[in-house]
T-cell receptor
């Protein structure tokens, strides 16, 4: 199994531009999570899906952020327009069944820099 | 709401010394508990997990953690540190839907 695959690994963009982060979960995993990691705030859950349906998006910072999961093998996190304070490492994770009981498998992350 | 506290954002030990990373959770109901490790520029990897089967949990790379309900703790230990253990370690708890992570503890290992 190739694990959770995220792309791109690094993204540098100018303020105001649209940014799209991509994630391919492990095949057969029902849950998909998007996290953001910063020095100041640590790991924050942004949103998670179960069977492609968004379950909890209360962690999405504001309307500039949106996430979709059109099918079981692909999810996107979009920021439009991007701002410097969005600079962080964004992780995608997936899990089988009730995720917290089984632990999550994380991708390698996307390091986003907004200048 | 569930919360996880990791005491010490940075711990430094000598190679061969005991590693002790502290984690306390807040919950009246024992949650599922996890330790993850993050090496530089990588994602988080699961070290071990507690799911009520046994209070002493053994994980990968010689790490283990003991669940103590009376202390609401789940400290991570390793008898003898190795240089390759240098990384950031995250404690996490899940009880009603998703995992809540602690702020992380960066472990440095001195030769």
């Amino acid at each position: 199994d190739a694990g959770v695959i995220q792309s791109p690994r690094h993204e540098v963009t100018e303020m105001g531009q649209e940014v799209t982060l991509r994630c391919k979960p492990i095949s057969g995993h029902d849950y998909l999570f998007w996290y953001r990691q910063t020095m100041m705030r640590g790991l924050e859950l942004l949103i998670y899906f179960n069977n492609n349906v968004p379950i909890d998006d209360s962690g999405m910072p504001e309307d500039r952020f949106s996430a979709k999961m059109p099918n079981a093998s692909f999810s996107t996190l979009k920021i439009q327009p991007s701002e410097p304070r969005d600079s962080a490492v964004y992780f995608c994770a997936s899990s089988a069944r009730t995720g917290f009981a089984y632990g999550y498998t994380f991708g390698s992350g996307t390091r986003l820099t907004v200048v | 709401a569930q919360s996880v506290t990791q005491l010490g954002s940075h711990v430094s030990v000598s190679e061969g010394a005991l590693v002790l990373l502290r984690c306390n959770y807040s919950s009246s109901v024992p949650p599922y508990l996890f330790w993850y490790v993050q090496y530089p520029n990588q994602g988080l990897q699961l070290l071990l997990k507690y799911t009520s089967a046994a209070t002493l949990v053994k994980g990968i790379n010689g790490f283990e953690a003991e669940f103590k309900k009376s202390e609401t703790s789940f400290h991570l230990t390793k008898p003898s540190a190795h240089m390759s253990d240098a990384a950031e370690y995250f404690c996490a708890a899940g009880s009603q839907g998703n995992l809540i992570f602690g702020k992380g503890t960066k472990l440095s290992v001195k030769p």
